[in-house]
Nanobody, 129 residues
Framework: QLQLVESGGGLVQPGGSLTLNCSLS????????IGWFHQAPGKEREGVAC?????????HFADSVKGRFTLSRDNDKDAVYLQMNSLKPEDTGIYFC?????????????????????WGQGTQVTVSS
């Protein structure tokens, strides 16, 4: 069964950068809309960004990360990358990627957890000096 696997988390100082990788254990990432979700310590999981598998491949971001985070995909490598810049302590938490085969609809992230069918195990990001 195909699985999503996140990597790239770690410890970074405020203002620093990290790139998270969401990989598919097989072929076909190009068919998946991918969402990224953040769960801060003691808080509910919330969506922060997503990238569609539609022809335009559009990406969407929560206001809290807009201008700091970007998304890209490399279908040849079956991977989606979340580039996180200007990191803040409040960005600390576990980051999950989630996927859904969807070529015609735009991805969702706000209140969109149930829209996705496949989830990774998460990767820890800690922003601290």
């Amino acid at each position: 069964q195909l699985q999503l696997v996140e990597s790239g988390g770690g410890l970074v100082q405020p203002g620093g950068s990290l790139t998270l990788n969401c990989s598919l254990s097989g072929f076909g990432m190009g068919y998946y809309a991918i969402g990224w979700f953040h769960q801060a310590p003691g808080k509910e999981r919330e969506g922060v960004a997503c990238i569609s598998a539609t022809r335009d491949g559009s990406a969407h971001f929560a206001d809290s990360v807009k201008g700091r985070f970007t998304l890209s995909r490399d279908n040849d490598k079956d991977a989606v990358y979340l580039q996180m810049n200007s990191l803040k302590p409040e960005d600390t938490g576990i980051y999950f990627c989630a996927g859904r085969v969807e070529l015609f609809k735009q991805c969702v992230f706000a209140n969109g957890a149930e829209w996705y069918k496949k989830w990774g195990q998460g990767t820890q990001v800690t922003v601290s000096s």
